[in-house]
């Protein structure tokens, strides 16, 4: 395997699978330090970590803040202060932009999902366009 080829392997098994540092080492004839340095470089971990938390787990959290401001109102018998109504409204829009835009972790998700189906298909072709899908997430990341 060339460089490029070791790197595309690394990333992806990284990235899609459960496989520790050490067995990633092995399969692609790494030093570990060699993947740490591969990995900085490449941001792999910010990538996986975009996965880890997903669009609706955000939208959740918005809609659990929306509540709880609703609830202190309500708990004290007073009706919301305009630091409140704006808080909901802010908090309104942003649930309104993530339901209609797609997100770093909607698009790690699709490549994904792409390149399970693909690596039936062409494991090459797979490891090749793994490089434009990162530079296309790195380039949504660094926005």
Excluded: P
Excluded at 69 to 79: C, F, G, L, S
Excluded at 83 to 99: F, M, Y
């Amino acid at each position: 395997m060339t460089k490029n080829q070791k790197i595309d392997v690394a990333r992806t098994l990284f990235l899609m699978t459960e496989k520790t540092q050490k067995e990633i080492c092995e399969f692609v004839n790494w030093t570990e330090k060699t993947f740490t340095e591969q990995k900085q470089k490449g941001k792999w971990n910010e990538m996986r970590d975009t996965k880890s938390l997903t669009k609706q787990q955000i939208i959740s959290m918005l809609h659990s803040q929306t509540l709880k401001i609703v609830e202190v109102a309500k708990d004290e018998d007073r009706i919301l202060t305009a630091r409140e109504v704006d808080s909901i409204a802010k908090l309104a829009a942003s649930i309104d932009k993530l339901e209609k835009k797609a997100t770093i972790e909607t698009y790690i998700e699709v490549f994904e999902e792409y390149n399970h189906w693909l690596m039936n298909v062409n494991v090459d072709f797979v490891q090749r366009n793994n490089q434009y899908q990162d530079l296309f997430i790195q380039s949504k990341i660094n926005k």
